[in-house]
Each structure stands twice: as C-alpha cells, then as structure tokens.
C-alpha cells in the first residue's frame, strides 16, 4: 500500500480550478427546487481490480445520494471474483450549464470475500476491503433522462485478513485510486 | 480440480515465492521482505514460503534475492561484503508509483522468530546463494559458514520439521547433509539428473521451473519417494498445467488464485 499519491491529488486540484474558470462564466443558476430518483450501471477500476456498480440515487438541487451493489469483475488487484458489496455515494455537483456538470463524489465500497486455504475450511469468515473515496469528474448529458459521468479518485482503503490457522485478524490501510464510468437514467 | 496424485496424499502445499511473490499490481511489496513473507502466512494463509537467503559478512542469515544490492535496493555491492546492521539499514527500491521506503533486508532470523511463535509452523524454503562472483577465493568458507549457520538457526528455533533447504548444488547439500543427517533437502533444476541425485543421497525432493517439468518425470520421482516442488507461474494457465502434473509443492507468485484454484470441486 503507497504513500498519498501527490500527483494525482495536484492534478485533480488543477483540473478543477480549470473547470471552473471554464464553466463559471456560462453558469445558469436553477432557484427553484429539483427533486428526481434516478438510477445507473458503473463500471469502475479501483483497489479491488475492475467492479461494476448498480446503482440508484436521489438528486436534490445540487446534492446527490447514491447507495447501491459493487460486483467485482476482474481479479487484476483482488484475490478472487463475483463478491457482492454495498456502496453508498454523497455528491455535490459545483458547476453546471444545460449539458455539462462538474461534480465531486465522496464514496464508500466495500467487498467481503471469504479467506482461503487448503489446509483449512473457512465457513463463516469474511475477509473484507473497504474503500474511501473523492472523485471529481464530469456529467455529460446524452439525450433527455439519459447522461453519462466520468470521475477519476483517490482515497484510502481498509482490508480485514484473517489467518486461520492462528484465528487472528490483521488489518492493513493504504491508499488507492478509483477511475468510474457511469450510465444513467432520470426515473421520476 | 480432478484427483492429484501424488506423496501427499493428493494436496499439494502452496508455497510463496520470496513471500507472498514478485512484485506486481495485486503485490506491492518486494520480496523476500517482512511484510511479504508475513503476508503469504499470515493474511493469504500459504502453506508454507521461500525465501532467498545470504550471508553475509559478518555470518548471518540476510533474505535477498538478486546478486548485487544496487538492483532492488538503494544500497550497492556483494551481501557478502557488507555487515549484516548495515544491511538492515538498506531500503528496497521505489518503482512508480510503487513505493517500498519503509521496507528494509531482514535476517531469516527475523522471519524465524517470527513463525517459531505459530501454533502450527509454516514451511519456510531456504533457497541458499552463495555468489560466485561476490564470494571469489572465499566460497568454500562462505559456503561453511552458511551451512553452519542455517543448522544453528534450526536448532535454535527447533525448525527441522518444517525447514525445507533448497540448492542447486549437490555438493552443497551433501555437506549440509553431513552436519545434518535429518534435515529437508532438495535439489533445484533439471529433473532428468536431479532425480538419480536426490534418490542417491536420499534427498527429500526435486524442484524446478515448471515449464520445464512433465509429469511423467514427476510421476518417476514419487515413485522413488521423492517429492517434487514446481514454479516460475503466476497466471491461471501457468497454475492449473503445474497442477496436472501432480507435484507435492507448488511455489507460486499468485498465493490466491493457485488457492482458488485447487480448492475448486
């Protein structure tokens, strides 16, 4: 587990401050109350390799609430596939004209998989890795209830081991990254 | 996975190659380091782990791979030629965004300690180096004094049941024989020589690249009640043609998936 990636948080600073030099001139300012539920499929890389999130939230004004389910995909940074964890989003949306918003997402992710080891059968235990995240990114939209996002991260992780043959749980923290593709789609 | 053959009564041990395996994006950490032959036992639950061991000037036990300090560590030079306070002062190398600054060379006596205290003891491989090139017109010395040193620290540590010492010399281990008439050894590269060795000497096993293995040849040293240990694997192919040719060991960079795999009806 690696140090505070600096560059990549220097980069999201900067890339920030560019948007909002952009966009503030074009700004349209929204007074009256928008309220709508809306849901999404999010593929997304991040320290348990490449996961897919269904998701549902609630966008009020400028803040938005996200919970859903994290399925990992790929096995690239995670010992094994197909766990099924919960996820849960607050976002905050800073800039925004008629087609395009920059926002920033605070996220949680976490996924329970179950140690293994051939001397021994690990029946109810649950090793687990949970991630915090900040993403800044970009909310394009597409064709009336339907946009895309795009946001790239950073924050930091927590995984839970268990070594069984001791019965002891160790913890490791460290940071990681997170880079979300998202589809999604205005319910009501 | 269908039935394995072989002296273990069909489970093959996974051991951890200089820990928890090479570096790479599901391994951040060096090897033969603390926090990678801790990991493989401890969080990954091996069977078991190698790790390389040298000595150095001062005689004692270091875990490191490579010939030369410079390639993986901020340090330079033979192991050899440097105490061994010095030597766990070296930091490994920062690759990217792989960043190893707080990791330093250790003793095997570290590790020892470390697993002495388990309940139920781990395997630890010693794959012993002694460097040609470092050790010039000293290698007969360095080559006792490491022999020596590996059976005190066994001794100290009760470690005969669950130190395995690995070679490509078979001179090596017949004089680690001789101080040592009940310790584990194996013999490291081809099989094809290596069997008729290990079956004169009575050595415990035969290790080697897997790549290079068949199972026949596995199949003819089990049945002169040698074992056999197969690496140089980290991806699911690599695993799964090691595994069908029914070793006892498997040393693997990939703990999880070779542990994914075999547990697998």
Known sequence: MNKIPYKLVSLLIMYTIMNFTLLKSQEINTPKTEKYIFAGLVPNLSHTGLNSSAIVGLQVNRLQFTAGLKYVISDSFFPGIGQIGPEFGVGYTFLKNNKVEFFGLLTFQASFYKPLATFKEAKNKRNSVHEYTYSYGIKIKLINRLWMENSFGFGGVLSRNHDLQENNVSYSYGTTGLIRIGLFYRLF | ?265
């Not at chain 2, 007969?140 to 001794?155: A, G, P, T, W």
């Open chain 2, 1 to 265: 996975m269908s039935e394995i053959n072989n002296l273990n009564n069909g489970v093959i041990y996974i051991v951890g190659h200089g820990g928890a395996g090479f570096v790479s994006l599901d391994n951040k950490l060096p090897i033969n380091s603390f926090k990678s032959v801790t990991k493989a036992i401890e969080k990954q639950n091996a069977d078991g782990v190698e790790v390389d061991v040298q000595m150095s000037a001062d005689n004692q036990l270091m875990l490191f791979h490579d010939d030369l300090l410079e390639t993986a560590t901020y340090c330079s030079g033979c192991i050899s030629a440097i105490s061994a306070e010095e030597l766990e002062e070296c930091q490994y190398k920062s690759y990217g965004t792989l960043n190893f600054s707080k990791e330093k060379l250790i003793t095997l006596d570290v590790i020892m300690s470390r697993f002495s205290q388990r309940k139920v003891k781990p395997m630890v491989f010693l794959d012993t180096k002694t460097i040609a090139n470092c050790t010039e017109n000293n290698y007969n010395i360095v080559e006792k004094n490491m022999i020596e040193k590996i059976d005190l620290i066994i001794k100290k540590y009760n470690a005969q049941s669950w130190v395995h010492v690995m070679s490509g010399s078979e001179d090596f281990l017949l004089k680690m024989q001789q101080l040592n008439p009940g310790i584990k050894l194996w013999i490291d590269g081809d099989f094809n020589t290596n069997i008729p060795i290990a079956n004169a000497h009575n050595f415990y096993g035969v290790s080697g690249n897997s790549s290079a293995v068949t199972s026949e040849q596995i199949s003819f040293a089990h049945s002169n009640g040698i074992y056999a240990l197969l690496f140089g694997f980290k991806a699911q192919a690599g695993i799964l043609s090691a595994i069908k040719k029914n070793p006892d060991y498997l040393q693997t960079d990939n703990i999880i998936l070779t542990q994914q795999i075999l547990l697998q009806d």
